[in-house]
């Protein structure tokens, strides 16, 4: 519902004015540039929904959208072409229906290729609600100002703007500040992330490097807390183990100077609950 209603809006108030700052006497180049705008004016209206939920921006939106636009367009007439057509002249609605068959492979192809280009998304981004906001209030008031041309929407998206870069930079600040133990609620494993400034150690029992439990707990929390680097100790191994911030020996975890102990059951396997 906001991706939808946010690329309306954009489409209709901010397309126009983008397409007024080129004109070419060319057809095709004008239609190249009409659907440009669309994708640039729909990307700009999404932005903040789409860094909000997928956490990730699609570098070669516009390439897609000059395709995927027009597209769309024609699928919507052939569809409404089949359900006049194929009550009266059934084989002539399979034919077509053929045909929206095969728009719809090529245009799935396409965005495949696109997909796989060097580059096509840059990840893990994770906006406070904060910055939210004042992202969504800076796009709307630069495009109040583009439209009406008063310099009281300049003023104010120039102040909501440098209120989005202090929420960013206070963020930054806390990060290099932090100290912190989260112990996650994983079935029948120990999985506990010793966390300082934007660097994680992760402590579990699980076997190999490589789970499903814990990619399904690590990329979530490292994107969220903005962690750029983290590296993993693993429980039952023979010895002793340490880093930076974490030393293991036997069932006992020293994190800046704090000790864990993790009690077992009989059965031999750690139990959260006594932590």
Not at 162 to 188: G, P, Y
């Amino acid at each position: 519902f906001q991706l939808s209603y946010a690329a309306v809006f954009a489409i209709i108030f901010l397309q126009p004015i983008l397409f007024k700052f080129y004109y070419s006497r060319y057809w095709i180049i004008d239609k190249f540039w009409m659907f440009f705008t669309v994708s640039v004016a729909a990307q700009i209206g999404t932005l903040p929904f789409s860094l909000w939920y997928f956490h990730q921006f699609p570098v070669y939106f516009w390439l897609s959208n000059i395709i995927v636009v027009p597209l769309v367009s024609l699928f919507l007439y052939i569809t409404f072409f089949i359900i006049l057509i194929t009550p009266l002249l059934p084989a002539i609605g399979g034919f077509t229906s053929l045909i929206l068959t095969l728009t719809g492979s090529m245009m799935l192809k396409f965005l495949h290729f696109v997909e796989y280009l060097p580059f096509a998304v840059i990840e893990n981004i994770y906006p406070t609600l904060g910055e939210l906001f004042f992202t969504i209030t800076f796009i709307t008031l630069a495009t109040l100002y583009l439209i009406y041309r008063k310099s009281g929407y300049v003023c104010a998206a120039l102040f909501s703007f440098t209120i989005l870069l202090l929420l960013s930079t206070i963020d930054l600040w806390q990060i290099q500040l932090r100290n912190e133990i989260v112990i996650f609620n994983a079935k029948r494993k120990i999985v506990i992330a010793f966390t300082q400034g934007n660097q994680t150690t992760w402590v579990t029992n699980e076997k190999g490097n490589e789970s499903e439990t814990m990619d399904y707990l690590i990329k979530p929390y490292e994107g969220f807390r903005r962690i750029r680097k983290s590296e993993k100790l693993f429980l039952n191994f023979p010895g002793f183990q340490s880093n930076r911030m974490v030393s293991i020996k036997d069932n006992f975890i020293n994190f800046n100077g704090l000790n864990i102990y993790l009690s077992q059951n009989k059965e031999g396997d750690f139990m959260k609950k006594d932590f």
